[in-house]
């Protein structure tokens, strides 16, 4: 280390390694990424032109003196703020209906939740706080999301009362997760160190069945144990207990609420006798009981994490802070994205996540959009281009003017999309549900008979106490609970690696039932990037004078055929005629000019006024090109016929033909025309291929095939083939760019590769395997486990160690689904 270079911010020592920054010719030198950044946007908010002068001005000398920026090492520790958080900083997003009724939404990381009774009772315990209106915590992903009226509620009221049933709320992004896990680890660890001591003690104590021990001795060894163990129960329990009363309060009862009943009974009845002078003590087995609680809990939160990696990566894709210009910030200020609106100006540099959908202005460079399309490769960018949010830039710096931010950014919208998905219930969860709210009741009845019956059969009450211990812990339904909600993570996550957004996640399961498969034509087999290759115009009229009247019919149409038109007329410098009283239709679009009818449309659409109209052109059709005619008539006649040009999309032919050799069925419809979509269809080797379909017509199309008893999955436009992805038993929209919100499909491929269709249907099979094998080892656990207790061949030990262990079956068995689909 070279001992004379300082942190050109806080002056502390760097090494070699130092962060750097070059500004003014001159490279600047940071110990760490924090003191670079703070560096920047200060430098920029002090308004000092050079900076060399950055410390000299006044900003600087305010921060050093409030502590933001440390003199010395000695001014790193860290130190406490009693400032609260500001208001606006509490809630994220505001949903349609909470807008409607006055409500604010908030979204919150919970950690402790151990069952799906947690989640259970959060919902019902934060529904009775005045204020808040609707409540949804998911246990499978630890979040919870709320809506309240900001004048009744606040987010710290609700984050206190999660706080007070035993878990820790906070807001999403917050370093709280980190701090919690240490505190946990520390619980169990302090717990463990007490339950070695409690466990050799025992060990002494016990002797005094084979051996006389003298009061003395029976007073010496019961009475350190019992204060261990009533430490262990106080410290290491708390958090299992605050739960319990939760959920004994809500008569919703858990893991927790067995361990409890089972840990307070053997301690009680310890206590009792201790005061007897007896040695028949089991505060051993009180105080393994919440330590291995508390181990199982460790180890399975750390497996859990892995489940959950990549959807929190996922998650964390959105960035804080964009580098926003404005007239007094040409060059951009760092402020929170939660400010960036629509038509905003930004900068984005490299190793940056771009914070919103936008134009880019200004920059050549390339960029990775794995995160939104699963697939790892450097796409180039420059000025005129689109650029989506959640991409990381590789290289290059980009001045972007912003179109869709926050919520209505594409990263917002898939964001919110899965939170969606994961908050939503198979059928046979929800069946698992009903189950465990009657499952626990009659374990605690079972485990009270069994005790009685131990008592009239002529058993000591210590020994029945521990057999009806030993069914109490054995039955909890831990890993009957979490069964379905990890399998579900799991599949929504790797789904969205593959870059595959999941919407409704009963599209697992349809998946797998699915038998027949049905596409939409243009911008799903095909690219849809349609381009005009040659207009042919009839006699009289001139071509000047059609282009113009055609701009000017569609001049208020986004369609891709329209804008195509639009774009040649202005290449061709010809000004929009003035068009009267448009209308749109499903396969056209028609207006009046000067008096006189014009049409644009489909064949059949130009048919209605024109009984004779010559048949398509011929076009030379190949694996690569493909061709499509649109009409268009003016004052009844025939004036022009527009040659549109299309691509199939990489690996569509392989698709279909892996479909047809996997058993489906495939079948092609499109709102071309006939001829060209039959050409296609002998193109891909689909047989039944129909064209001149409206969307409506689709959606008949699939009814039939539903009807003749096959389970069909409709692959086609979000937007333009609502009707047919409705009517189908499985949607699976090919994402064009439009709005996520409005696509009616059950899923989308985000990169348009028809390709993704065959990932899903191999990843829909082992996440359907993964919940019957997690629901199959539930239920075996449950059905061996009970019996043998009920026998009295365990322990109470050996119990809680068994019922840990079915739970990290389970979760290890949806661990093999991400290893062995990762391998696939």
Excluded at 208 to 224: E, M, Q
Excluded at 713 to 739: E, F, K, R
Aim: proline share 4%; with cysteine.
């Amino acid at each position: 280390m070279h001992t004379n270079l300082t942190c050109d911010l806080c002056s502390l020592p760097v090494d070699d390694n130092a962060f750097t920054s070059v500004l003014t010719r001159k490279t600047y030198r940071f110990c760490c990424i924090g003191c670079k950044q703070v560096f920047h946007m200060l430098w920029e908010a002090s308004d000092a032109g050079d900076p060399e002068q950055f410390k000299e001005t006044e900003l600087f000398e305010k921060c050093r003196d409030m502590g933001i920026i440390p003199s010395s090492e000695n001014n790193l520790s860290p130190k406490e703020s009693n400032a609260s958080v500001p208001f606006a900083n509490n809630f994220v997003g505001i949903s349609q209906k909470a807008a409607l009724e006055h409500t604010l939404a908030l979204n919150l990381k919970v950690a402790g939740m151990w069952c799906l009774a947690c989640a259970w009772v959060l919902e019902e315990m934060l529904k009775k706080l005045p204020g808040v209106m609707e409540v949804s915590c998911n246990f499978s992903t630890d979040r919870l999301r709320c809506e309240y009226n900001p004048i009744k509620s606040s987010p710290d009221q609700i984050i206190s009362t999660i706080n007070r049933l035993g878990y820790r709320a906070a807001i999403p992004g917050d370093e709280f997760e980190t701090n919690l896990k240490r505190k946990e680890f520390i619980r169990f660890a302090f717990s463990a160190f007490l339950t070695a001591n409690v466990m050799m003690l025992s060990f002494a104590l016990y002797s005094g069945f084979i051996i006389r021990l003298t009061p003395a001795a029976v007073y010496k060894l019961s009475w350190p144990i019992f204060i261990l163990t009533s430490i262990i129960l106080v410290y290491g329990g708390a958090p299992i207990y605050r739960k319990a009363w939760a959920g004994l309060n809500m008569a919703v009862f858990g893991m927790e609420t067995l361990i409890t009943i089972g840990a307070f009974s053997a301690y009680s009845y310890s206590t009792f006798n201790l005061f007897a002078g007896s040695i028949h003590l089991f505060y051993d087995t009180a105080a393994m009981l919440i330590t291995l609680t508390l181990l199982g809990k460790t180890i399975e939160r750390k497996a859990l994490d892995s489940i959950h990696e990549d959807l929190k990566n996922f998650f964390s894709l959105k960035p804080n802070k964009v580098k926003r210009c404005s007239q007094e910030s040409p060059n951009g200020r760092y402020v929170s994205t939660e400010v960036l609106r629509k038509e905003d100006v930004f900068m984005i540099e490299t190793d940056e996540i771009v914070p919103a959908d936008g134009l880019i202005l200004e920059g050549t460079g390339s960029v990775d959009e794995s995160s939104l399309t699963g697939e790892a490769r450097p796409v180039k960018k420059s000025a005129g281009n689109r650029i989506r949010s959640g991409t990381l830039i590789l290289r290059g710096v980009y001045r972007v003017r912003a179109e869709g931010v926050g919520e209505n950014s594409t990263l917002g919208q898939m964001i919110s999309i899965m939170e969606k998905a994961l908050q939503q219930k198979a059928p046979l969860e929800g069946k698992t549900d009903r189950i465990l709210r009657f499952f626990v009741p009659m374990i605690l009845l079972l485990a009270a008979a069994t005790g009685l019956a131990c008592l009239l059969s002529g058993f000591t009450f210590g020994n029945a106490l521990i057999r009806s211990v030993t069914v109490l812990v054995i039955a909890c339904p831990c890993a009957l609970g979490i069964a379905i909600p990890i399998a579900r993570v799991a599949g929504i996550s790797l789904a969205e690696k593959k870059g595959i957004l999941v919407r409704d996640y009963s599209a697992f399961e349809q998946a797998v039932k699915t038998d027949a498969f049905v596409f939409d034509k243009t911008g799903t087999l095909t690219k849809g990037d349609w381009s005009i290759l040659d207009v042919q115009i009839m006699e009289p009229f001139s071509r000047e004078q059609i282009l113009s009247v055609a701009a000017g019919l569609e001049t208020y149409s986004d369609h891709y055929i329209a804008a195509q038109i639009k774009r040649h007329a202005e290449k061709n410098s010809l000004l929009p005629a003035a068009v009267e009283q448009v209308r749109c239709y499903q396969n056209g679009v028609s207006g009046l000019f000067k008096n006189k009818a014009v049409k644009i449309g489909s064949k059949d659409f130009i048919l209605e006024d024109l009984p004779n109209i010559p048949i398509d052109p011929a076009v030379e059709n190949t694996s690569e090109a493909i061709q499509s005619t649109v009409y268009m008539s003016l004052g009844n006649q025939l004036c022009a016929l527009f040659i549109f040009g299309d691509v199939l999309r990489d690996k569509a032919s392989e698709t279909v033909t892996r479909l047809h050799d996997r058993g489906y069925g495939v079948a092609l419809v499109s709102g071309d025309g006939d001829q060209t979509t039959r050409m296609i269809g002998k193109i891909l080797s689909i047989k039944n291929a129909s064209g001149g379909q409206q969307p409506r017509d689709k959606a008949f199309f699939i009814r039939d095939l539903q009807k003749d008893g096959n389970r069909v999955a409709m692959v086609g436009d979000g937007v333009n083939d609502a009707p047919a992805l409705v009517q189908a038993d499985l949607a699976i929209a090919v994402h064009s760019g439009s709005h996520l919100g409005k696509e009616a499909a059950d899923i989308t491929l985000m990169r348009g590769s028809p390709e993704q269709i065959l990932d899903y249907l191999d990843l829909a099979k082992l996440v359907n395997q993964k919940i019957h094998q997690n629901l199959l080892l539930s239920f075996l656990y449950n059905t061996i486990s009970i019996p043998i207790a009920l026998s009295g061949l365990l322990t109470p030990l050996v119990a809680v160690s068994a019922m840990l262990l079915s739970s990290l079956s389970v979760i290890g068995n949806t661990l093999l689904l991400k290893r062995r689909y990762k391998d696939s």
